[in-house]
């Protein structure tokens, strides 16, 4: 047998040693028609690992938060990745230095060869097997990811990371399979048929479309979330209830209020408050709350444009829907009307009040200028005894401020 059948042989064999029986099963059947495969349990065993590591990061274990479980592996993706991408730069930069090492070896070992005297067959021998060895390594470099510039591989595989990030957001993920599937296809994006395929992708798009192909393809990526995508996840509603408004006989306030049996208590409260009516006027209505329901009638007749507006002491559905959106009365206002211009108690405004009335007052009766609030009532209480016209003329009413009153100066 000849050298150059032996060498045949030889490369044969190593050929079919290097290909296990593994290999040719994936290479003639693909994944197989059955669900179960070889390994299933050591592979089970390992993402169930995995799957604990990653839920102990979110600070939820039994049960995992599956949302913070996408972030938190997608993080430790990230870090994979780019240790990747850096090992893939490191070794791109070395294609060079290896093949003129090669290169160079050979040369001297041919010169070596020649100086000392050996045969021409033997020097050739040496020249075929160091070419052998830089065409070898040549053909294991020659893949597109170490052809093209890194920053074109880091912009694609940094784009599409960011591009799925933002369409998560929109995707509620509640199980460990979903979870699982996010994580996959996060992972791929990260993968060298992945980014080969979108360089080569966006070349045959670029040449066929332009620009207007290349965005309709931006919006149909190889790597999706599309079976998961559901509506933006949005607040829970739930619903609840209106309360019951309790309306009893309110049998109490059919002094100071039209059909009190068909209105709401709280309302009724709520404006009592508002004509500043007290506690025990509230738990049972006197003279002094009927006054005050006038007072407020009054004012809306004079300055609502409701000349026909009845001044009966009951308040009708108007009269309830303007008092109980009153505030509550504050010290030194004792009816709606000094409740709603004089806020702050009457004292506020004292200086003008004192002006006001001295105009009116004889000489003896005249207010000082520091009067305080008692001083200032009882010459509101004289003042209205020299006023018969005064429509509103109660005399619960003889201290306090109405509209009618403080228009008859």
């Known amino acids: 047998m000849n050298l150059r059948t032996l060498s045949s042989i030889l490369i044969v064999v190593l050929c079919l040693a290097s290909c296990n029986r593994a290999s040719m099963d994936v290479y003639g059947e693909g994944v197989g028609t059955e669900l179960a495969y070889s390994g299933m349990a050591q592979r089970m065993s390992s993402q169930e690992a995995y799957v ?30 780019d ?38 067959a033997a020097i050739g021998v040496v020249a075929a097997a160091f070419g052998l060895a830089r065409n070898s390594f040549d053909s294991s470099q020659s893949r597109l990811l170490m052809e093209v510039n890194h920053s074109t591989v880091q912009t694609i595989v940094l784009a599409n990371q960011d591009r799925f990030r933002k369409q998560l957001q929109g995707i509620s993920v509640d199980s460990q399979p979903a979870a699982i599937y996010v994580l996959r296809q996060y992972l791929r994006l990260c993968m060298p048929y992945t980014i080969e395929n979108e360089i080569n992708t966006t070349i045959t798009t670029y040449q066929l479309g332009g620009t207007r192909a290349l965005a309709a393809a931006e919006a149909s990526p190889l790597i999706e979330l599309a079976s998961l995508a559901r509506k933006p996840i949005r607040p829970e509603i ?27 208590t709280k309302i009724i409260t709520k404006a ?4 500043c009516a007290t506690p ?12 005050r329901v006038k007072v407020l009638q009054q004012w809306r007749q004079m300055s609502s444009g409701l000349p026909n507006k009845k001044v009966d002491g009951k308040m009708d559905s108007g009269d309830l829907a303007v008092a109980s959106a009153q505030p509550q009365c504050t010290p030194g206002t004792q009816n709606f009307y000094e409740a709603r211009e004089y806020p702050g108690g009457i004292m506020t405004t004292a200086p003008d009040l004192i002006e006001l009335f001295n105009g009116k007052l004889a000489e003896n009766e005249k207010l000082p200028a520091d009067a305080n609030e008692d001083a200032i009532r009882t010459a509101v209480e004289k003042l209205k005894s020299h006023m018969p016209n005064l429509k509103l003329n109660d005399p619960e009413l003889s201290k306090q401020l109405t509209l009618e009153f403080i228009q008859k100066f």
């Open 238 to 264: 739930k619903l609840v209830r209106p309360q019951t408004v309790v309306i009893r006989d309110n049998e109490q306030f059919r002094f100071v209020v039209h059909n009190p049996e068909s209105t709401s």
């Open 83 to 120: 240790g990747y991408l850096a090992w893939l730069d490191s070794r791109r930069r070395w294609n060079g230095p290896i093949q003129k090492q090669i290169a160079d070896t050979g040369t001297a070992t041919a010169l070596i060869m020649t100086a000392t005297g050996a045969g021409n």
């Open 272 to 275: 009592l408050v508002g004509i």
């Open 52 to 81: 604990s590591y990653i839920c102990r990061q979110t600070g939820s274990v039994n049960p995992c938060d599956w949302q913070g479980f996408v972030l938190a592996g997608m993080n430790d993706i990230d870090n994979r990745c």
């Open 280 to 291: 025990e006027e509230i738990a049972n209505p006197s003279k002094q709350t009927i006054a």
